[in-house]
């Protein structure tokens, strides 16, 4: 996959493999904590973490936006998960209960959405559509800190550009937790309090569960509370709108890239690289103020908004608004990428 114009390997959807474990010291009993439990009870405590991560977790780049979901059909259900936990605790001799704790599943929100696209590139990017428009809500917003850190706010540069208002400009800000409440070993960073699950739900569509936790460690609780539950609202209004667009437009196939999304619901969704044109052809675009989380320059063309991969070599005259000629990096419809012609 294309990654800030690096290339990573993936494992496509519906590859299958088998995992193995085994218990070390064991025949029929294991011993923990000085007491001695059936090699079974610990062979299911295993089984609920593949769980939890094949429900509601992911593995490798970007897991916790829904890439690298897992799907177990065999698994325990959560409230069985629940009762083996409270079992092992009780001949552990372990409390059962205990106190509300930040990032526990106590205290999340979590939702399960069903939508009608089985594609999952299509559902990525629509998902990641919806969770975008939720965060351009609070642009310029410290409030916006607790969707992860880091951030920064205002800019994008200390002076304004030929398209800002210097009267109105205000100069980039690094947003950092409350030091004493994020009890982070004042770190900075804090990974998104999001994960997003996606798999197929069996009836031509897709399952996406959402899990969210509140917190106070970067801002206080209340505000978490409230930004991540509207969130939420936002993913259901979009997908709802997306399964609209859906029922009343079937789906079609596009011949783009195998990258890219082989539902495409209508043209309202998600615009395509139009006439035709590839990889290494040359085009017109104009460059954006917006620009990539690593403060490079982004093009628009035909509708088209994406990264322009060696953006060192754009001229430093260059300015927003400006139309040049780049050449195609990738035709990808739902993440073009573009090169300054050398």
Request: net charge positive; proline share 7%.
């Amino acid at each position: 996959m294309d990654d800030g114009g690096k290339q990573r390997w993936f494992v496509d959807s519906g590859c299958a493999w088998e995992v193995s474990f085994s218990i070390r010291n064991e025949v029929d009993k294991c011993r923990i904590l000085g007491t001695t439990v059936p090699a079974s009870m610990v062979r299911d405590q295993a089984l609920i973490a593949l769980f939890l991560l094949c429900r509601f977790g992911g593995i490798g780049a970007k897991a916790r936006k829904g890439f690298g979901s897992l799907s177990w059909k065999e698994a325990f259900s959560l409230d069985e998960c629940k009762d083996k936990a409270k079992d092992f605790c009780k001949a552990l001799g372990l409390p059962t209960a205990t106190r509300k704790a930040d990032y526990s599943l106590q205290t999340a929100l979590m939702e399960e959405l069903n939508v009608p696209l089985e594609d999952p590139w299509t559902v990525l990017d629509r998902l990641g559509a919806a969770v975008q428009e939720h965060a351009q809500k609070y642009k310029h917003q410290d409030k916006k800190s607790v969707l992860g850190l880091p951030r920064k706010i205002h800019g994008p540069r200390f002076r304004p550009n030929r398209l800002q208002r210097s009267e109105t400009h205000r100069a980039p800000e690094n947003l950092s937790p409350k030091l004493p409440e994020a009890r982070n070993g004042n770190k900075t960073r804090f990974a998104a309090p999001v994960f997003y699950h996606i798999e197929k739900n069996g009836k031509g569509g897709s399952v996406i569960r959402m899990t969210a936790f509140p917190s106070d460690m970067i801002r206080d609780r209340p505000t978490s509370e409230r930004l991540l539950q509207e969130l939420f609202q936002t993913i259901r209004r979009e997908l709802k709108e997306t399964a609209a667009i859906v029922q009343a437009s079937p789906p079609q196939r596009n011949n783009h890239s195998s990258y890219a999304p082989r539902q495409t619901p209508a043209p309202r969704i998600r615009n395509e690289m139009t006439g035709g044109l590839k990889a290494g052809d040359l085009v017109k675009g104009v460059l954006l103020e917006e620009k990539t989380k690593r403060g490079g320059w982004k093009i628009e063309v035909d509708g088209n908004k994406g990264p322009i991969v060696n953006t060192g070599e754009v001229p430093g005259d260059k300015h927003p608004g400006d139309a040049v000629e780049v050449v195609i990096q990738s035709a990808n419809p739902t993440n073009p990428m573009f090169r300054w012609p050398q």
